[in-house]
Nanobody, 126 residues
Framework: QVQLVESGGGLVQPGGSLTLSCAAS????????MGWYRQAPGKERELVAD???????NYADSVKGRFTVSRGNAKNTVVLQMNSLKPEDTAVYYC????????????????????WGQGTQVTVSS
């Protein structure tokens, strides 16, 4: 199985910065891309940013120029650097891995459409 573990959430004042990290574990052969979604209370989950093996990235308009997504130093990791945080950035942030090919405990090779982390809370408040 594939597990995604996020870290780095917390409480920060408006204008501050936070760094979120996500690591995928398991016997993983390939991940097409990794990224971050967020969900605020009463709102739908939305894409924040993602990065693919080609190096291409996507950002929500609301975070362009403030957030940066990158691959971590370790394999199968992704980092979201969030600067100039605003109260409207408050949400649960979920790590996502797109098209993961991995080996199960029984030795089978599985290609999944995607995997999700458990989420980490980011609160921007004074």
């Amino acid at each position: 199985q594939v597990q995604l573990v996020e870290s780095g959430g917390g409480l920060v004042q408006p204008g501050g910065s936070l760094t979120l990290s996500c690591a995928a574990s398991g016997t993983i052969f390939n991940i097409n891309g990794m990224g971050w979604y967020r969900q605020a209370p009463g709102k739908e989950r939305e894409l924040v940013a993602d990065i693919f093996t080609s190096g291409s990235t996507n950002y929500a308009d609301s975070v362009k120029g403030r957030f940066t997504v990158s691959r971590g130093n370790a394999k199968n990791t992704v980092v979201l650097q969030m600067n100039s945080l605003k109260p409207e950035d408050t949400a649960v942030y979920y790590c996502y891995a797109d098209k993961v090919t991995y080996q199960t405990a029984w030795g089978d090779t599985v290609a999944s459409s995607g995997s999700w982390g458990q989420g980490t809370q980011v609160t921007v408040s004074s």
